[in-house]
C-alpha cells in the first residue's frame, strides 16, 4: 500500500485552493496519508477543520516527539520510545533561560521545546548536548530541542516499523531543513517549490525537487510520476452546455450562456485540476484555443432538442420554478432524453479513473447519478444544483418524478445555494445523499476592476434589470409594472428609463416564445404610450458583453430582480460588487423568491413578482429612498456579497464532495444513505 508522507505548512497546504482540491481529490482510499509536522495535537486539530486537508491516518507532530493515530490519539508502543530520555520541558527551559532565545508561549507543544532564533551558537548547542537532547533549526528562525535521536525521520522509521511499511512504498514531501530527516530515511522525496534553498542542496538521489510548483500541486505531480494516482484525473466536472462552439469564423462562445458556463470557465483557468465532460451537437476536434481540458459527447441537433429543449425545458423546467401548470411531457422526448443521459453517463465513466470524483451541475444530468452507480460503484458522485428546487408536492407532480428520485438517491452528495432548496430535496428524496448548503459568489476584484474603468454618465434615472428572456424572471411583469408607476407618477414621465438587458434564448427553445413575443408586444404599448421625443419609458437590450454590463450597474440607480424562483441570481451580487466599488448608491429591489434573498434580504427592498401592486409599490419606493437609506442598505449588501470567489466556492464544494469516500456505503447492494 503506498503511504505519502507530508509536512504540512508550506507543502500540503500551500498551494491555490483548487490545487489542494485537485489532490485532495486524487488521494484515494488506498493511499495512507501522514502528517509530519512541527504542529502539536492542539494545532493539528485546528488545521483538521479546513475541508480541504485529506483525513490523516497517522499524525507524526512536534517535530517527530508525538506520534498519535487519524483520531489524535497517541500511539504509546511509538511514541513513548522516542521520549526516553526526554528531561522535561522544565528542565529544558531552565537551562536555556540564559540565551538570546525566545521561548514560543503560545505554541501547543509536547515532548519538545520551540523556541524563536535566527541562529544557533555554540553554546546553545552545547548546553542542549548537555541536557541529552538534540535540536533542529529551521527557516532561519525556529530551533526545537527534542529527545535525543529523535526528527520526523526517526518517528517514520519508527512507525513503518509497527506498522510493516517498506521504505520503498513510501513518498516524503517537505519544504523546510526540519524535514531533512524525512529525506534519510530510505523513501522516496519531493520537495515542493519555495522550499528552504537547505533543503533542496541537502537531499540525496531518492529525491525530487520541483521548484515551479507549490506544494499540492508538487505532491500531485509525484504521484503521477510514481503511478500512484491515474493520469485520466482524479475529477470529472459533468455539465451538459459546452462553453465553445464552432462557427465559420473559428470557435465562439454560445449566443446565449448561462450563469455556470462563465463560473466553471473561471474555475478550470484558475487551476482546476478535472476534465470537463460536456456535449456539443458537432463533430469538429480542431484546437477550439481555450486551454479547457473539453470532453466532447456528440448529438444530434435532434437528440439535442429532444433532451435539453422538450424534455428538461418543457418537463423538468417548469417544476423547478414551481409553475406546473406550465409542464408539457412528451414519452418520446422523454425516451431520447433518457438515452442522452445513459450515453453522457459512458462517456464520464470512460473519463474517470478508478475512485475519481464526479462533479455533475444541475438538473439536466439529473437522471446520470443512478446509471452511473450502477455501471461505476466506485466513483464518488455529487451533483451541485444551481436552479430551485421545489417543494416535495410540486416535483411529485412529474410525470417522472419516480425515476428522478431513483437516480438522485444514488449520489453521495447533493449541493444547493439555500438551506431552504436542501430541505426540499430532503424531502423530496427521502433516505438520499448527503446534503450540502454552498452559496456561488462572484469574481468580485474584476467586476470591481470594470466598474472603476468606466465612470458612468448622466442618465435619467435608471431602473435596470439584467436577465435570459424566461418566464420565471417575469420580464413582462415588469414592463407592466412600469406602465401602472407611469399612470401614477406623471412626474416620471420623462425622468424614468427601464432598461431590460435580455438576451434571447437558444434557438428552438418553444417554451420561451410566448414570452418572447409577449414582451415585444408590451414594451412596444408602452411606448407607444408614454414616449415624448427622444425619450422612451422602457430600452430592451438583447444582449451586452459583461465589461458593458458592469456600466450599466454602475450606472442604475434600481436593480430590479422579479424572478418568481432562482437558484441564486449572481447578477444582484454583482450590481452590489458595481456600485459598491464605484461610490454608489443605487437599490437592490429583490424578489423574495430568488436564493440571494437568503442572504441580502436585510439591504434589499423584497418583492412579490406574483403581486402585480407589491411590483410597482416596490420599485416607487426604491426611487424615493433618501441617499443617507440608500448608502445604508448598500453597506449592508456589500457586506452580506462577501468576498468568496467562485474558486473558493469550488474549493468547498470539492472537499464536501471528496468527504463522502470515508462515510458512503458500497452500493454494490444498492443505495443506502443517509441524509446529513
Known sequence: MPVLVTDLDGTLLAGSPAERAALLAA?????????????????????????????PAWVIGDVGATVCDGSLRTVPEVQDPLRRGWPGAARVRAALRGFPLVYQEGVPQEGRCSYLAEEVTAEVAEAVRALGCDLVHSGG??????????????????????????????????????????????????????????????????????????????ILAELRALGWVDDRGPLVV??????????????RPPGSPNGILPTLTSLFAQGLDAVWATAATHTRTDDHGTGLPLAFLPLTRAQWSDSVHRACKETLWPALVSRPDLLRFDARAWSVHRGVSERFAEHVSALARPGAVVWLHDYNLWLVPGLLRAARPDLVVGLFHHT?????????????????????????????HTRGFAENFRR???????????????????????????????????????????????????????????????????????????????????????????LARRVAEVNRRWSTGTWRPVEHLPGLPFPDVVRQYAAADVFWVTSLRDGMNLT??????????????GVLVLSRYAGAAERLAAGALLTDPASPENLVSTVETALALPTRERRARLRSLSTAVGHTRPIDWA???????????????????????TAC
Not at 238 to 251: A, E, K, L, Q, S
Open 27 to 55: 488521494l484515494t482510499p488506498d493511499i495512507t496519508v501522514v502528517f509530519a509536522t512541527g504542529r502539536g495535537r492542539a494545532s493539528v486539530a485546528e488545521v483538521l477543520r479546513d475541508p480541504l486537508v485529506p483525513r
Open 141 to 218: 528562525r525556529f530551533l526545537d530541542v527534542l529527545p535525543r535521536g529523535v526528527d520526523k525521520g526517526a518517528a517514520l522509521r519508527a512507525l513503518a516499523a509497527h506498522r510493516g511499511w517498506s521504505m520503498a512504498d513510501v513518498l516524503v514531501a517537505g519544504d523546510s531543513l526540519n524535514d531533512l530527516s524525512l529525506f534519510t530515511t530510505g523513501a522516496r522525496g519531493v520537495v515542493v517549490g519555495g522550499a528552504e534553498p537547505g533543503l533542496t542542496a541537502a537531499v540525496g538521489p531518492r529525491a525530487t525537487h520541483r521548484p515551479g510548483q507549490a506544494g499540492a500541486a508538487a
Open 238 to 251: 459533468g455539465y451538459h452546455r459546452t462553453p465553445v462552439v464552432p462557427t465559420p469564423d473559428g470557435w
Open 388 to 416: 430551485p428546487f421545489p417543494e416535495p408536492a410540486v416535483f411529485d407532480r412529474l410525470p417522472v418524478a419516480e425515476e428522478v428520485r431513483e437516480s438522485l438517491a444514488r449520489l453521495d452528495w447533493a449541493g444547493f
Open 428 to 518: 423530496a428524496v427521502p433516505g438520499g445523499p448527503a446534503v450540502g448548503v454552498h452559496p456561488l459568489g462572484i469574481d468580485r476584484p474584476l467586476v470591481e476592476d470594470l466598474a472603476r474603468a468606466h465612470a458612468p454618465g448622466r442618465t435619467p434615472r435608471l431602473v435596470l434589470s439584467v436577465e435570459r428572456l424566461d418566464y420565471a424572471k417575469a420580464p413582462v411583469a415588469k414592463v407592466d409594472a412600469v406602465d401602472e408607476l407611469l399612470r401614477r407618477r406623471p412626474d416620471l414621465r420623462g425622468d424614468l428609463v427601464f432598461r431590460l438587458v435580455c438576451p434571447p434564448p437558444e434557438p428552438g427553445i418553444t417554451a420561451y416564445d410566448t414570452t418572447g413575443r409577449d
Open 572 to 585: 444582484a451580487l454583482e450590481f452590489v460588487a458595481a456600485q459598491a466599488a464605484t461610490g454608489g448608491t
Open 651 to 673: 474549493a468547498d464544494v470539492l472537499a464536501a464532495i471528496t468527504a463522502r469516500r470515508a462515510v458512503s456505503p458500497s452500493w454494490a447492494d444498492g443505495p443506502g444513505v
